[in-house]
C-alpha cells in the first residue's frame, strides 16, 4: 500500500473513530436497584427495583425478586423514568441545515402522501446522540414540506436499521393546513384580500386531494380495480378505514377551527399540531376529542397584546379544560431541550405528574404505541432512563443511564467529546 494510502485509510478511521455504536442486545437480567421509580401509569414508587430480561419489564415494585444471574446497578438516590417522547419532529432528516445535500425533510410538490420518514432517516445523524444525552429516546419523526408531508414513522433514536428503528412506520399521516391569517409589511406584495383568496384556494385544493383519495380508498375496499395503481393514494388508505391518524398542523385560531372542520369532514382520526391559539377555542377542541400536540412552550406569544407567559401556561390551560395533549418542540437538534418545555409548563400551573406524562406516556397514546413504551410496566419494553435528579429540570437533569429494548445506550456525543476536551485544557500546567 502506497503512503497515500496508508494516509487515507488512517483519516478514515479517525473520521470514524467517534461514531457511536447501537447498543448490543441484552444478554442477561439487569436490576435497577434503590431508585425513586416514575411509573407515570401508577405513580410513583420510593426506593424500588426494576427488573428486565430480553429488552421487556419483567418486574417492577418496592419488593421484587431480583434473577441472581442479574446485572444490579445502584440507583440508590437516582430518579428512573420512562424514555422520553419527541412527539412532533424532523431529527434523522435534516443534519446540517444550510447544507442541501443533508436535508431530506420534504418532497417536490403539494401532495406527497407516500413519502414516509422512516425510509429517509439517517440513524448515523451526529444530531441524534445529542438529543439522546438529554433522555429523548423515542421520537415521531414527520416530513416536511407541501399540503400533504407524507407519513410520520415512531423511530427508537438507537439501532442499526430502520427496520429494527422503527417502533411504527406508519404512525400518522401529517398534513399542513393553510394558514389564514393576513400581514401587511412593505415587503408583502399581496393585498390581505389577494392572501385570503389564495389560502381558500388552497383549502379546496386540499380537500379535493382527500375526495379523490377518499373514492380511491372507497373503491380498494370494494374490489372495484383498474390497471391505474395511484401510490399516493395507497398510502393514505388506511388514513380512511380509521387504522393511522392524521397530523393537522395548525396555529392561529381560525385556522385551528377550520382544520378541525376537515378533519370532521372526512372522519379523520386527526391530532392537532401547534395549536399557540388552542386557549381561544377550547370549547371547540374538546368537543372534537381530538389530542393536541403544544408546539414549543419557550416561544413567544403569536401578538403583541397577549401575555408574555401565555405559551408557558398553554399546556395547564389544556389540562384544565379536560383536553388530552403532549407537549413537543420543532426541528431537530433543539429536541434536547424537550424536558425543559415541560418543566417550564410545570413551573406555570401545570403539575408535575402531568408535565412528565406530556413527554411520555401521553405521546405514545396519541401514536397508538402505549403498549409498548411511555410508562414502566411490566410487559412493556425496557426503554428507560436513570438520571440524578429531576429530569424536567435544567439545573439537575444528569442522565446516567439509558436504555432501549433493554439494550444500554451510549450517552456520548461530539458535544460531550469536545467539552471533556476543551476542560482537559485547563487540568494541564500550564505553559511557562
Request: charged share 25%; with cysteine; net charge neutral.
Amino acid at each position: 500500500m502506497t503512503r497515500i494510502a496508508l494516509a487515507l485509510a488512517a483519516t478514515a478511521i479517525v473520521a470514524h473513530a467517534h461514531i457511536e455504536t447501537p447498543g448490543s442486545p441484552q444478554q442477561k437480567p439487569i436490576a435497577l436497584v434503590g431508585g425513586r421509580i416514575h411509573t407515570v401509569s401508577r405513580g410513583t414508587i420510593e426506593s424500588g427495583t426494576v427488573v428486565f430480561d430480553r429488552g421487556k419489564i419483567v418486574a417492577v415494585g418496592a419488593d421484587v425478586a431480583i434473577p441472581p444471574d442479574a446485572l444490579r446497578i445502584d440507583c440508590r438516590g437516582k430518579d428512573i423514568y420512562p424514555a422520553l417522547f419527541a412527539p412532533h419532529t424532523n431529527i434523522g432528516l435534516i443534519e446540517i441545515e444550510a447544507v442541501r445535500a443533508t436535508r431530506d425533510v420534504a418532497e417536490v410538490g403539494q401532495f406527497n402522501p407516500n413519502a414516509r420518514a422512516d425510509v429517509a432517516y439517517n440513524p448515523d445523524s451526529e444530531v441524534i446522540p445529542t438529543v439522546r444525552s438529554n433522555g429523548i429516546l423515542l421520537a415521531a419523526v414527520c416530513p416536511d414540506g407541501g399540503l400533504v408531508s407524507g407519513i410520520a414513522s415512531v423511530m427508537q433514536l438507537d439501532g442499526w436499521t430502520r427496520e429494527d428503528i422503527a417502533l411504527r412506520s406508519r404512525a400518522a399521516l401529517v398534513v399542513n393546513f393553510p394558514s389564514l391569517a393576513t400581514y401587511r409589511a412593505p415587503w408583502i406584495r399581496r393585498s390581505p384580500q389577494e392572501q385570503r383568496r389564495d389560502a381558500e384556494r388552497q383549502i379546496e385544493a386540499l380537500y379535493d386531494f382527500f375526495r379523490q383519495a377518499q373514492m380511491y380508498a372507497r373503491a380498494a375496499s370494494a374490489g372495484v380495480t383498474d390497471d391505474k395503481r395511484d401510490i399516493r393514494f395507497e398510502a393514505m388508505r388506511a388514513v380512511f378505514d380509521g387504522t393511522m391518524p392524521v397530523m393537522i398542523r395548525c396555529w392561529e385560531y381560525k385556522q385551528i377551527l377550520r382544520a378541525i372542520e376537515f378533519a370532521r369532514h372526512f372522519g379523520l382520526r386527526a391530532i392537532l399540531v401547534g395549536c399557540s391559539d388552542a386557549w381561544r377555542c377550547l370549547d371547540e377542541i374538546k368537543q372534537s376529542g381530538f389530542p393536541v400536540i403544544v408546539g414549543r412552550v419557550h416561544s413567544l406569544p403569536m401578538r403583541d397584546e397577549e401575555p408574555y407567559d401565555l405559551p408557558y401556561r398553554l399546556p395547564a390551560i389544556l389540562d384544565s379544560a379536560g383536553i388530552r395533549f403532549a407537549i413537543g418542540d420543532a426541528g431537530f437538534w433543539q429536541q434536547r431541550n424537550l424536558p425543559f418545555q415541560a418543566g417550564t409548563a410545570a413551573a406555570f400551573g401545570l403539575s408535575h405528574d402531568a408535565a412528565l406524562r406530556a413527554v411520555t406516556l401521553s405521546p405514545a397514546e396519541i401514536f397508538g404505541v402505549a403498549d409498548r413504551v411511555g410508562s414502566i410496566d411490566v410487559g412493556k419494553d425496557a426503554t428507560l432512563i436513570v438520571s440524578r435528579g429531576d429530569v424536567l429540570d435544567a439545573l439537575t437533569n444528569r442522565i446516567e443511564y439509558a436504555f432501549v429494548q433493554g439494550r444500554r445506550v451510549s450517552l456520548e456525543s461530539k458535544q460531550s467529546r469536545l467539552a471533556e476536551k476543551y476542560r482537559t485544557r485547563y487540568r494541564q500546567p500550564a505553559e511557562r
